[in-house]
């Protein structure tokens, strides 16, 4: 270990200390971290932060909010609605690894700038779209910001947290960040039901376009606050900034605890020997992370961790399949409910949610159905604004008892049991929904399967901290995410196209996958330790 000081061959000069001397005041970044406490400066860095996690949150959340306003004007059918849901989560697939690479020599601070800079264009551009395609692309390249930059802020928060703080900060701050989901759906509700159309710059924005509009406000926002946002003690450090890293120190200690900033009892940060002042070459020390992660891979998929990786991977995929695929198309389907025509229909039992789905028993088809092209006209759908509050109950429900399941699952016991519960409450809905006898209980159903699948998602990211040993958890957890976002392509995908050529088979598909899933969860894999 080594003080801050530097010497003419480029790199920090080692100076003995000993750490351990108080009257030295030589610290490493953990104690000096120790040292500033917890108060104001978490807070408002917090408070700074959320708008660009919720950034990323709302570009994946948007979309289904809009299908039914846009059907028209955009040209959009059950398959074109589901790939246009499921294009952001490709991108995050796609490119979220690249990030990791291009953080060290950026930073993370500045990734949220250019990132929310680029974000906020593409957003307000959005509005103006009439083109599916053109749509299509944006909401890629948002994506690839959503997989990248926006999901960093939890990282990036916790490199301003000492230890024995970080376990509490992340648990109130990831619920502070998933709080996100639940706005999109008061906007909708505020906003998309509405019939005005106003004309700028001679173009028409409807309801479904100022939605956009005032969503990406969160965007800007987020650029704005982002702006403030210092860069992390850490990374100062890493890139052979120690005087800048222990201003910072001194700062949070002065504004958190009230005390003069030269007061702070570390005067100087020890750092590892030989710590070079510059980062090395971008190819070098990339080539040296994907070595790393490949073996990392390679390793996570032998004995003995093989078992406890598809074990987590195969619970993650149904999960986020499910939570995915349900909070993204509730929204949609209750609307078509919502406009079933129930005096055309003659039948002497309630109509079954597939039959009120199908386009033909909807009211606004009635002057259609004698038309040889009804599959395609356009149909323009009634919204009622109880569907999007609805949405906002459930989003907020999946939130509130999400967070909850993280506080009662302290032991094995309690995880596996709340994940088989979960489970099976899922896959009694999926397979329930499509027969329920009225559209309350087809919602209550559905909402049913978006909270309890929030739930295992959590709970399978807390296994994974058991079972997985400390060097491979990264890795290991990385590679649910990309599973998870895999999942949620898949189940869009799928039940977009099932919708339009067998729905039913889509219910039963995903109650099929999510028994599989609750059969699988009360074999939870024990601890691994690295051979």
Not at 243 to 255: D, P, R, S, V, W
Not at 339 to 355: G, I, L, V, Y
Not at 401 to 413: E, H, N, R, V
Request: hydrophobic share 50%; net charge positive.
């Amino acid at each position: 270990m080594v003080t801050n000081g530097s010497s003419g061959n480029g790199k920090i000069s080692t100076i003995n200390v000993e750490p351990d001397d108080p009257l030295d005041g030589a610290a490493d970044i953990e104690r000096a971290l120790t040292e500033t406490g917890y108060g104001k400066f978490n807070v408002f860095l917090l408070v700074a932060a959320l708008p660009v996690a919720w950034a990323g949150i709302f570009d994946t959340t948007t979309t289904a909010f809009f299908l039914a306003s846009a059907e028209c004007e955009l040209d959009l059918t059950f398959i074109r609605k589901g790939v246009l849901v499921s294009i952001p989560f490709i991108a995050m697939t796609l490119t979220s690894f690249l990030w990791d690479h291009v953080t060290p020599y950026v930073g993370k601070r500045n990734l949220f700038v250019l990132g929310l800079l680029a974000d906020s264009i593409l957003n307000i551009f959005s509005t103006s779209v009439d083109s599916y395609y053109v749509m299509l692309l944006i909401k890629f390249l948002s994506g690839i910001l959503a997989g990248g930059p926006f999901s960093m802020v939890a990282a990036y928060l916790s490199e301003f947290h000492a230890t024995k703080y970080k376990a509490n900060f992340t648990r109130w701050g990831g619920f502070a960040m998933n709080v996100a989901i639940v706005f999109p759906a008061i906007i909708a509700f505020l906003i998309t039901p509405l019939t005005f159309v106003v004309n700028v710059f001679d173009r028409r924005y409807s309801a479904w376009r100022v939605y956009l509009l005032l969503c990406s406000i969160v965007h800007v926002v987020g650029l704005v606050t982002a702006s403030t946002l210092p860069q992390s003690p850490k990374f100062l450090l890493e890139i052979g900034k120690p005087n800048e890293a222990l201003k910072l120190l001194g700062k949070m200690y002065c504004i958190n605890l009230g005390k003069p900033a030269d007061t702070f009892p570390i005067k100087r940060l020890l750092i590892w020997k030989d710590l070079p002042l510059s980062q090395p070459s971008l190819f070098k020390a990339n080539a040296d992370k994907l070595r790393l992660a490949c073996y990392n891979t390679k390793l996570l998929f032998s004995s003995p961790y093989l078992h406890a990786v598809a074990f987590l991977n195969f619970l993650q995929f149904g999960s986020m399949l499910g939570f995915h695929t349900m909070r993204l198309w509730v929204p949609h389907m209750f609307i078509i409910l919502n406009n079933f025509d129930n005096e055309r229909w003659n039948k002497d039992r309630a109509p079954t949610m597939c039959e009120m789905l199908d386009r033909r028993n909807t009211i606004p088809a009635r002057d259609y159905l004698d038309c040889p092209g009804f599959d395609s006209i356009c149909i323009q759908w009634t919204i009622r604004a109880t569907v999007y509050q609805n949405s906002a109950i459930i989003a907020s429900s999946a939130v509130v008892f999400s967070f909850l399941a993280g506080i009662i699952t302290t032991t094995k016991f309690r995880r596996k049991l709340i994940m088989a519960a979960a489970f099976f409450l899922s896959v009694v809905s999926s397979f329930g929904m499509n027969w329920a006898q009225s559209a309350p209980y087809m919602l209550t159903l559905a909402s049913a399967i978006i909270v309890t699948m929030r739930i295992t998602g959590n709970i399978v990211t807390a296994v994974n901290v058991d079972v997985i040993p400390i060097p491979l958890r990264s890795t290991s957890l990385n590679m649910l995410t990309a599973v998870g976002n895999v999942g949620a392509i898949v189940g869009n995908f799928a039940f977009s196209a099932l919708l339009d050529v067998d729905c039913l088979v889509g219910f039963m598909g995903i109650g099929g996958l999510l028994f599989v899933c609750f059969c699988a969860s009360f074999f939870h894999p024990q601890s691994v330790r690295g051979s």
